[in-house]
């Protein structure tokens, strides 16, 4: 063999080797990573300050579309949807939450990606453990719950095949009052005054949306439970210049949903009072 055809053998080898590690390159770099939230398992924290009693706009760290995918057994709300990232916020009392799917820079058409929430479940959330939110399939538009309940939420980003870009979740965290409830003695800046107690003073409420503003809410004279209360409303009042006989009462008003805090009092010694 020449010297000539010798060099021409071994740099054909060199030229196919390098050929096809260089296509073993393009073939990796065309196979985008999976986020990191790609499974439910795998959800990212919306953060909500002052230990999730917080109030205000949240927004949740921003991950790309490109490598996303759903996992064996995922319930997908419209099959067209099929690429999925997790997020995960939690509240401590009632809120009204309102939520939106959104893009740092307007890329992808209106209609290639939205969400879907569910209540906290111990496995991969279905169907039946949709929350009470009205699923969006669409850029920038929003549901809302003027009234959740206390507990943790899962949000499934959905998009189409055809997203590829940067994605995010909005949280718009507000308190229950005056939007849910119309007692606005469930924050302490608002509460009732209920004059100077007479022997029979009362105020009807009701429940339902009433919540705690801050964790300083909690009241720790209660013991291990006091977490599981996680409704509160405040009220004021005075006393006469003497008291004989002073008591509360906290009843079912008849038959319907309201309450009624009665507080009881016979004459004497002026003070002021606030209680919650």
Not at 29 to 35: D, E, K, L, W
Not at 226 to 240: M, R
Not at 249 to 268: E, G, M, T, V
Request: aromatic share 14%; glycine share 4%; with cysteine.
């Amino acid at each position: 063999m020449s010297y000539l055809h010798h060099i021409i053998k071994n740099f054909s080898s060199t030229l196919i080797i390098f050929v096809l590690t260089m296509g073993a390159i393009c073939v990796q770099n065309g196979v985008s990573a999976q986020p990191v939230n790609d499974n439910w398992a795998d959800a990212i924290d919306i953060p909500i300050s002052d230990q999730n009693f917080g109030v205000g706009i949240f927004n949740s760290p921003v991950v790309a579309l490109s490598g996303a995918t759903n996992q064996t057994g995922e319930y997908l709300y419209d099959p067209t949807y099929p690429k999925t990232v997790w997020y995960k916020f939690r509240i401590p009392s009632h809120r009204s939450v309102r939520i939106k799917t959104l893009q740092p820079t307007e890329i992808l058409n209106q209609n290639d990606a939205g969400f879907v929430i569910y209540k906290s479940t111990p496995g991969v959330p279905g169907q039946s453990d949709l929350a009470i939110f009205t699923p969006f399939l669409c850029l920038a538009c929003y549901s809302e719950n003027i009234c959740l309940e206390q507990g943790e939420y899962y949000v499934q980003l959905v998009a189409k095949n055809v997203a590829n870009s940067n994605v995010y979740i909005e949280l718009d965290v507000a308190y229950t009052y005056p939007v849910s409830t119309t007692f606005a003695a469930d924050q302490i800046e608002n509460k009732h005054d209920l004059g100077t107690v007479t022997y029979n003073n009362a105020f009807n409420f009701n429940w339902d949306c009433l919540s705690l503003e801050s964790s300083a809410e909690y009241s720790n004279v209660i013991g291990s439970d006091s977490l599981l209360y996680n409704k509160s409303i405040w009220f004021k009042f005075d006393t006469d210049d003497h008291i004989d006989l002073f008591a509360f009462d906290l009843y079912k008003y008849y038959n319907n949903d309201l309450y009624a805090i009665r507080p009881i009092c016979h004459p004497h010694i002026r003070r002021r009072h606030h209680f919650g």
